[in-house]
């Protein structure tokens, strides 16, 4: 990362992030952008999204409200209590950093319609705050069905993209048009979209938790949520042309917030430890890559009117619980972030909960069966806590395959799997919402005989063989059993809302890993 230099004009840094991108286009700045990575990988083979992505790693944003203003750059505690949050990145909104500004990494949506190319001020290029610029989504939830949107971002977008070779460029919508919300637009228009501005990600934004959405949430699916995730994804993964041969990344914003005001549609409360791990796992099992959250601090801290759970003063001081959950729940993704970045999603699919009402507006994700994958031929649920009268909760199964296949060397078709549990309840933890899942395998003649798990705890690579076995908790043990005849069964106890990655033992590497891999990736320089 270049350091700022007050004295470089906005020609030096442009010039400096040109060289840098070149360099990597050959693959010189891999192994150290990345250690885990072979240094021979064609990066530049990949599209510019998910290139920038494996640069700059997974990426969780926060959008934080009134941090980096001048009497609030230097105070300790806010500061202490943003890198304990295991948050890559701070998200400005609207706004831009301070003319002393941050080192660390940022985000906005910033704009300016009248000038789209004059949308940056001439001072971000010469305080050296764009080499942190890790993504730019431009403005929220505009209507890109207009004409003059497009024109707006063709502008924005032609200018902007040389000079920013290492930074995320993108818009924001609502993610179901179903039911409205701003910017909420047609696959039509969004597909229009795609082709014209050529955008290096997808984004939406919906919030399932209050009175109103609770009304979906039924058997505690957010089916509104996994609606809007699945329609991003079938999108991005068709890629700007449509044809499925170019895909490119898709993130979204998640709910940690809630309404001052009370009544319907105003979300008026917080998502419980279970949803705020609902969220982001199943986000991460479907193959999103950025995941910002919506808020770190209250919008009322500036005199707004969302409230965020994870502080009892203002400006992020004296952290709640919701904190130290949010923390965990970062901690345990950027220990899966490495493989993530580098995995395409390849299918999702559903166990499900009892059928609900809200099955009206059930998500388009199918359902598991025999068959889904070349060993997995069972697939049981048991929910072991009370919650919702005993009845088991959905299950997701997401699988990928490396983006490219030089990630895992030699090797070729190695299929990865993430299981989720997506129970998950108002006000209910993640003990209170776990789940055991019983799969068993059919290996054949394969020569397969266990499984690879990337721990969310400590970010190595586990080998799970017959006899295998872990205490999630008192009287609560995974493990793993030969049945014979080359079968197999993994008992897995899941906490609520929480995903573990694995992939068949061929001999293969795992992507983006090496055995002696950090149990806290590095990140960029918090």
């Not at 083979?45 to 750059?73: F, K, P, S, V």
């Not at 949050?85 to 831009?96: A, K, Q």
């Not at 941050?102 to 001020?121: D, E, M």
């Not at 721990?455 to 190595?460: I, L, Y």
Request: charge should be neutral; hydrophobic fraction near 35%.
């Amino acid at each position: 990362m270049l350091k700022p230099n007050t004295q470089r004009t906005p020609y030096d840094s442009q010039i400096a992030l040109l060289l840098k991108s070149i360099m990597l286009s050959v693959g010189l700045m891999s192994s150290i952008l990345s250690p885990a990575l072979a240094a021979s990988a064609p990066l530049n083979t990949l599209d510019r999204g998910h290139r920038i992505l494996i640069e700059r790693g997974l990426q969780l944003n926060a959008l934080t409200i009134g941090l980096t203003l001048a009497e609030r750059e230097n105070n300790t505690e806010i500061w202490k209590n943003w890198d304990s949050s295991n948050f890559t990145t701070l998200e400005l909104g609207g706004g831009l950093p301070a003319n002393s500004g941050t080192t660390r990494p940022w985000s906005t949506w910033h704009g300016n319609p009248q000038n789209p190319a004059a949308s940056l001020p001439k001072r971000i290029f010469e305080q050296g705050h764009i080499d942190n610029l890790v993504s730019w989504q431009y403005k929220d939830e505009q209507n890109i069905g207009k004409e003059t949107e497009l024109q707006e971002l063709e502008a924005w977008i032609q200018h902007y993209r040389p000079l920013l070779p290492n930074t995320l460029l993108y818009t924001n919508q609502h993610g179901d048009e179903r039911f409205g919300g701003y910017g909420s637009h047609s696959d039509f228009n969004l597909k229009r979209y795609m082709r014209r501005i050529q955008p290096d990600m997808l984004m939406q934004d919906t919030y399932p938790y209050g009175l109103w959405n609770d009304l979906g949430n039924q058997g505690g699916r957010p089916a509104q949520l996994y609606y809007a995730m699945m329609r991003y994804r079938q999108l991005a993964l068709a890629g700007n042309d449509g044809s499925g041969r170019r895909p490119i990344p898709y993130g979204l914003w998640v709910q940690t917030f809630k309404g001052t005001a009370t009544g319907v549609g105003t979300w008026t409360r917080f998502p419980s430890e279970s949803e705020l791990r609902q969220q982001q796992f199943s986000a991460l099992t479907l193959g999103f890559k950025v995941i910002s959250a919506f808020t770190y601090n209250s919008t009322s801290d500036v005199g707004g009117s969302l409230k965020a759970p994870f502080f009892s003063k203002p400006f992020g001081k004296e952290p709640t619980p919701a904190f130290h959950q949010i923390a965990e729940i970062n901690r345990q993704s950027l220990n899966l972030g490495p493989t993530l970045v580098r995995l395409l999603s390849t299918d999702v699919r559903l166990v499900p909960r009892p059928p609900a009402l809200s099955d009206l507006i059930a998500p388009d994700i199918p359902l598991w069966q025999p068959g889904a994958d070349p060993y997995m031929t069972r697939l049981d649920v048991r929910n072991l806590g009370s919650l919702y009268g005993g009845r088991k909760g959905d299950v997701l199964v997401g699988y990928f395959k490396p983006l490219l296949e030089s990630f895992d060397g030699s090797a070729t078709n190695q299929q990865y799997f993430m299981l989720t549990n997506s129970l998950a309840g108002k006000t209910h933890s993640i003990g209170q919402t776990r789940q055991k899942l019983t799969v068993e395998f059919d290996c054949g003649n394969s020569g397969i005989t266990g499984l690879q798990r990337l721990s969310r705890n400590t970010g190595k690579v586990e080998s799970i063989q017959a006899g295998w076995t872990e205490e999630v908790a008192p009287g609560l043990t995974s493990r793993f059993v030969a049945l014979g005849n080359h079968r197999y069964q993994l008992t897995l106890i899941l906490d609520g809302g929480t995903g573990d990655l694995f992939k068949f033992d061929t001999g293969a590497p795992f992507v983006g890993q090496t055995q002696t891999s950090p149990s806290h990736p590095t990140q960029s320089n918090l």
